[in-house]
């Protein structure tokens, strides 16, 4: 038996697959570690999404291989959407990689790891429209909260966007089987479970019947008891219905926070991109959802630079941004990826999509500063995520902020808080872009 270590990048979707992975290792008798250093074999599972994310799978691995050389870890299996993608340069190029799993063959992560052992190379690309094989996880999360993929793959081809070539068509796992999950999940301890697939509102759409059982499944998530919170990620604009919208106004345990991920909102530039909608539908749409669901916090994905975009189209995206005041708002520059659709179009230079990203990051600034201000006075349940030792103070997360993406709650208090628990708290203050305040006693 040996030791493992897992190194895991990019997105929830692909922590998820990570420790799906960890716990195939274990179940054969490995140990996974929780330090890369002193491993017989480390895993890196990657993200290709992007050129950031490609450079910082790459720093990843070539730090490794530094390790490897001074003899402090053993073989290196790169896995994930990297491998995927660059299935023959990765171990042309980096010659100190020892083998790399496609996406499709992630269920092989025992057997690759127990042929790199025996010292022979490994390279396996299963099928990446295969259906998910259910097993189970080691969390890599808080106890408190976890990720819940409830599929895998996309249909949506939009043009800038390599993910269906890299994961496959959209696969829903079956209902029983997430709600197992989220089952074992909360009697382990876990108070918030997140809902993540490329495109959750389609789940159910490729099963038969071709209905879109996203509602149902909040409902049967909503029945399960000491689950506190449940949060829904990547729900795209054009499948969000009156069934959705009444299932998030009406269930006191979704937390009503909804990330809808629209790119821009030009007409011409989101059909370029083959979106469905324009910006009259989009207006529309937040319109009806901050009406139907009072206290609606929206966070959204912009592009900058994306083919078409000229000056008047990209101040379109900024009166769009400062009409329509949205909580949460990440921009980013355009990435043209080989072999999509959008690369071979004509884009802006990369350095001004970068600066209109800028811009964009400084309106949503302004934004987020009156948002904060909003709430101060206001009463919060807020999770407790943790203690600062450096500015020795509690902080967590109210409904309105994911994690690892939104902001912090300081917390002033005169008693230890436990990671984990919900407690209510006073805002009275904003400390550069986070809610600060204090704990309210029962009688308060």
Known sequence: MANIGFISLGCAKNQVDCERMMYR???????????????DVVV???????????????????????????????KILVTGCLSQRYQEEIMQEMPEVDGVLGTGSYTQIVPAIEALLEGNQVADFGSIDAPEE????????????????????????????IIP????????????DVLYEARLLVDSGVKELIVVAQDTSRYGTDLPGHKR?????????CAIEDLHWVRVHYVYPDEIDDEF?????????????????????NSKILKLMNRRGDREFLE??????????????????LITGLPGEGEEEFEELCKFLREQRLERVGAFAFSPEEGTPAAEMEFVDAEIAQKRAEIIEMIQSGIMDDYNA????????????????????????????????????????????????FINVCIDSCIEGDLAGYVLEDEE
Request: charged share 25%.
């Open 44 to 74: 890196i599972n990657t993200c290709g999404f992007i050129d950031s994310a490609k450079a910082e799978a790459i720093d990843y691995i070539l730090s490794t291989a530094g390790l490897k050389a001074d003899g402090y870890v053993g």
């Open 213 to 221: 059982l996203l509602p149902q499944l909040l409902r049967e998530l």
């Open 284 to 301: 529309e749409l937040f319109g009806k959802l901050r009406s139907r669901i009072p206290g609606l916090v929206i966070r959204t994905s």
């Open 374 to 421: 909003a709430m101060i006075g206001r009463k919060l349940e807020v999770l407790v995520e943790g203690y600062d030792e450096e500015f020795e103070q509690y902080y967590g997360r109210t409904y309105a902020d994911s994690p690892d993406i939104d902001g912090r709650v300081w917390i002033a208090c005169d008693e230890p808080l436990t990671e984990g628990t």
């Open 165 to 176: 070539y890299l994961r496959g068509k959209f696969r829903s796992r079956q209902m029983d």
């Open 134 to 161: 259910e097993t189970g996880r080691i969390l890599t999360t808080p106890e408190h909260y976890a990720f819940l993929k409830i599929a895998e793959g996309c249909d949506n081809r939009c043009a800038y966007c």
């Open 245 to 265: 919208i009444e299932v998030m106004a009406t269930e006191p345990k979704i937390v009503k926070y909804l990330d809808i991920p629209i790119q821009h909102c």
């Open 25 to 39: 290792v274990q179940e054969a008798g490995h140990t996974v570690c929780a330090d890369v250093v002193g491993c």
